[in-house]
């Protein structure tokens, strides 16, 4: 037992004996070159037997290339700047600290293309490992493996620690042109043009969160009566419920970033609020209306990149909308003649109009992908087109002619840019 212990202790010593002591990320080209850099010219790796390795722990790295980096084993600069790194590279130190100073040096790094240079210094029972490239004066990645005299184990042990990760396809000389020049993220163009598209849902009521209730409970506890009594008319909540979820389609376009335009649907079903006490509607099945909002908002928008997969966009909308509404009513099916009431019930104008007035924000992931949070107020409301004349009778009561309401929104969305 003691000596299965003992095994399993060397095994586990030797297991942690690779240590990364920090990684920037760095780019790992599919077909990729490496060059391998040692200080004295005795590299501990063979660089074809490297390349195997690579591919080995590395499925999606193609068909690498590896060689012996001599012309900088030979290069007074080189040496002088590896030895400095070798006597410094510890644990726990920034990778800035290890920034190359020398200009000469500095260019080598430049001039590297996207061509990845592997440093080697023997440490003791350690070698120390850094990864260099074009994108940096500094060491990408950093850390130690265990040195071992197999070096097709000590070559598996390095490719295992530093290089299992995704690759990418190499760029052309254009594309690595551009990537050099490009600016910063945060002050990268933006696109003339930005478009989405989305389908979402949200909820509506006429109750504002955090005013008193009496500012909207006339409107949200009415009941109709025989088929078309209420206490008020002017809002369409007197009749039909006035909170209720909502599905949306939407799909919208900015220009420079800064401001769009964006033409949206909604839908709802909402019951008729009936007054249950009153009996003339024992004869009902059922009767609701589906709400048909149809609308153009402007956006005011203004987008920060987070980092290369996540941008946010907060903005500002004002629009206007038209509003539909299909009832759908039925009498039980024993009920071979409906009422007098259930014939002359309450009936709504043919269309409504009103404004939209909100604020919200875009997440966008990968460039493509977006989630959309909002909320806002809604309008709702029927003009009166003529002046009344003083000669004429009494005004037919106008249904809705001011409606209100509050809302928000959780949209799932498809970006893309021209």
């Known amino acids: 037992m003691k000596k299965l212990l003992a095994i399993l202790m ?12 920090f990684d920037s ?4 080209w599919k077909d990729a070159t490496i060059w391998i850099w040692a200080l004295d010219g005795n590299s501990p790796v063979n660089a074809n037997e490297f390349c195997l390795s690579l591919r080995r722990n590395n499925t999606g790295i193609g068909e690498p290339k590896c060689r012996q980096l001599g012309e900088w084993e030979r290069d007074s600069i080189a040496t002088r700047y590896g030895t400095w790194l070798s006597n410094n590279l510890e644990k726990g130190l920034p990778s800035s600290y290890l920034r190359v100073r020398h200009p000469g040096m500095a260019a080598k790094l430049q001039t590297l293309e996207d061509n990845i240079v592997l440093f080697l210094a023997p440490q003791g029972k350690n070698i120390q490992v850094a990864i260099f490239d074009e994108t940096a004066q500094e060491p990408k990645a950093a850390g130690i493996v265990r040195a071992n005299n197999d ?28 990537q050099q020049t490009e600016p ?13 598209a989305g389908m979402g849902i949200g909820y509506s009521q006429a109750h504002f969160p955090l005013t008193p209730d009496n500012w909207t409970s006339s409107h949200t506890r009415s009941r109709v009566k025989n088929y078309r009594i209420t206490k008020d008319s002017v809002s369409l909540w007197n009749f039909i419920e006035d909170d209720d979820a909502f ?58 990149p987070i980092n290369p ?24 099916s024993d009920v071979k003649t409906p009422s007098r009431a259930y014939q002359y019930r309450v009936k709504f104008e043919d269309v409504y109009k009103g404004a939209l007035l909100g604020i919200g924000g875009q997440f966008v992931f990968k460039k493509h992908y977006g989630v959309d949070l909002r909320m806002g107020l809604s309008s709702r409301g029927r003009d009166l087109y003529e002046a009344p004349s003083p000669d004429a009778g009494a005004a037919a009561t106008t249904i809705g002619r001011f409606t209100l309401d509050c809302f928000i929104s959780l949209g799932f969305e498809y970006h893309w840019t021209l």
């Open 309 to 332: 997969w996540l941008s946010i966009t907060p903005l500002a909308f004002i629009g206007f909308q038209y509003t539909f509404y299909n009832e759908d009513i039925e009498h039980k």
């Open 247 to 304: 599905l949306s389609l939407y799909a919208g376009l900015t220009w420079h970033g800064f401001i769009g335009v964006e033409l949206m649907y909604r839908y709802s079903n909402r019951d008729m609020k009936t007054d249950k006490s009153d009996t003339v509607y024992q004869e009902l099945d059922h009767w609701n209306f589906g709400q048909h909002d149809i609308g153009l908002n402007v956006l005011f928008s203004m987008t920060y």
């Open 151 to 178: 070096k097709i184990a000590l070559s598996d042990d390095i490719a295992a620690t530093f290089f299992d990760k995704r690759t990418k396809r190499r760029l052309t000389k254009e594309e690595r042109l551009k």
């Open 25 to 28: 990320r760095f780019t790992l």
């Open 184 to 196: 910063d993220d945060l002050y990268k163009e933006v696109p003339h043009l930005k478009f989405w």
């Open 10 to 21: 060397v095994l586990v010593a030797w297991a942690s004996a690779s240590e990364v002591y």
